[in-house]
């Protein structure tokens, strides 16, 4: 097609010659440029916008082209939602809940736990008719319900809200994750204390409580003193330090009181000064360590976060820092990380690094969404943080094998060494059948929901596909000759 300037110079050449009162249809239709021939798809390669026959460049491709049927609904596929094979299934962040995620997958994990609270009555639970929904009421009714799921559901992930909203957590704002640690195992100790199997009533001392003596002793007259206190956890100091061994080296070392720090000597029946120290007795089945990287900052008046990097084993002898049983078993194997990602004490995200107690593979669990660690990515308790400008990054140490190195962990969960067993038992937890029937009551539900949406996305593609085909022939109609 000639350019738009010759078509329309063409299109008036004749008002030169033309007077007003000889103006005739043709000399409109020229105007007009009714009569120029129609383009030719394929031929031109955009819109002549001095031909108005030309009804190439006008959208067509659209309808022409290839087919995305996505185009025609705004529904994502139900199967994405859908929990893939071999993989764990995530919870669901309700705004600022994460750090309640991450403890959640870590109780998970730890199949005593799991397989005891599996033994709670629950006549709720076992009297449930499934034409309805199942509300949990206490916290082990939940727990029961949220582990069941997390073992056998088909989902990608799952809803934590009952359980957060009966503990009463502001799903808005981020608490204390070290706090909260403590404050829910106490509640879950307290809830269990009330059942009947003495098995289930002391279930979170046997997991996780152990027991270490304050010693002290008076400079004056010499009297020791010592004073039983049980430990669900240590917290370990973090600053000056670069590995866990030393952290714990500070925990249990000799501190002196004098001053207006004077112990009170029972002999002396007056203030002395005294040193004190700790006595590590007995170590739990689970140890929890925390390593103290929210302080109290005298300058501010508030809470900072440490970046210090610290190193920390994959496993863990505990054998030189004890002083109690000797026969106890002192070696431990890491397995969890929890993580804190961020600069500051008051904002941030939590992760969790997990090991698979089943096939000893870890695991990252970001809420909903699980990632098996393996090759380079299996880089325990490193993960980069948020809205950091790089002016405090520090170089990370290197790391010998069997050890990893984190400035953003915050606890480490370490179980004891085990001799290796053939007996399944005590590693298969299985679902018991009045918690797997809620489960398949959820996946029911899962399937239908999935069902429906996959309804509605056909429907629409359907609809889309009919228009397409209405437009594609109303198009190849135009126009219907030239010259009209």
Not at 295 to 315: A, C, H, M, W, Y
Request: proline residues 4%.
């Amino acid at each position: 097609m000639a350019p738009r300037v010759k078509l329309e110079k063409a299109a008036w050449l004749w008002v030169e010659t033309v007077k007003p009162e000889d103006i005739k249809q043709e000399h409109i239709e020229l105007a007009y440029r009714i009569n120029i021939p129609t383009c030719k798809r394929g031929i031109c390669r955009r819109n002549c916008k001095g031909n108005p026959n030309c009804l190439v460049g006008i959208g067509e491709q659209v309808w022409l082209g290839e087919i995305d049927e996505n185009t025609f609904h705004n529904i994502d596929d139900p199967n994405s939602e859908r929990r893939e094979k071999n993989i764990f299934v995530g919870l669901t962040n309700l705004g600022a809940t994460c750090y309640v995620n991450t403890f959640l997958q870590v109780w998970f994990h730890n199949l005593e736990l799991r397989r005891s609270l599996y033994l709670c009555q629950n006549s709720r639970a076992q009297e449930h008719n499934i034409d309805s929904d199942y509300e949990p009421q206490s916290i082990c009714e939940h727990l029961q319900y949220l582990f069941a799921l997390l073992q056998n559901s088909n989902r990608k992930y799952i809803d934590p809200s009952g359980l957060v909203k009966a503990l009463g957590l502001d799903t808005g704002q981020q608490q204390d994750a070290q706090e909260f640690s403590n404050l829910f195992l106490s509640l879950l100790e307290e809830t269990l204390s009330k059942e009947k199997n003495p098995n289930l009533q002391n279930l979170i001392q046997q997991q996780f409580c152990g027991q270490f003596f304050y010693v002290t002793i008076c400079n004056q007259c010499g009297r020791s003193s010592t004073l039983p206190s049980r430990f669900y956890e240590l917290e370990l100091n973090i600053q000056g330090h670069k590995n866990l061994t030393e952290c714990i080296t500070e925990f249990l070392k000799e501190e002196k009181l004098d001053g207006e720090n004077r112990y009170f000597c029972e002999n002396c029946q007056s203030k002395q000064s005294a040193t004190r120290r700790i006595r590590l007795h007995s170590l739990p089945p689970t140890l929890n360590l925390q390593l103290m990287r929210f302080v109290f900052d005298r300058q501010t008046g508030l809470k900072k976060k440490l970046s210090t990097f610290i190193n920390f084993p994959e496993q863990l002898d505990m054998e030189p820092f004890l002083e109690g049983k000797p026969d106890q078993r002192s070696v431990y194997e890491l397995s969890a990380v929890l993580i804190h990602r961020g600069i500051s004490a008051y904002s941030g995200h939590y992760i969790a690094h997990v090991k698979d107690a089943l096939t000893g593979d870890w695991y990252k669990f970001n809420d909903e969404e699980i990632e098996k660690m393996e090759g380079k990515k299996l880089q325990l308790g490193i993960e980069e943080d948020i809205a950091d400008t790089g002016k405090t990054l520090s170089r990370k140490p290197k790391c010998s094998k069997g050890y990893h190195c984190s400035r953003n962990a915050y606890m480490l969960v370490y179980k004891v060494q085990e001799e290796k067993s053939s007996d399944l038992s005590r590693t298969n937890v299985k679902v018991p059948p009045f918690l797997q029937k809620l489960v398949e009551q959820d996946n029911h539900k899962f399937e239908e929901w999935c069902m429906e949406m996959a309804n509605m996305r056909k429907q629409s593609v359907d609809k889309g596909r009919a228009k397409h085909e209405e437009v594609k022939e109303l198009y190849d109609l135009l126009p219907a000759k030239d010259g009209w």
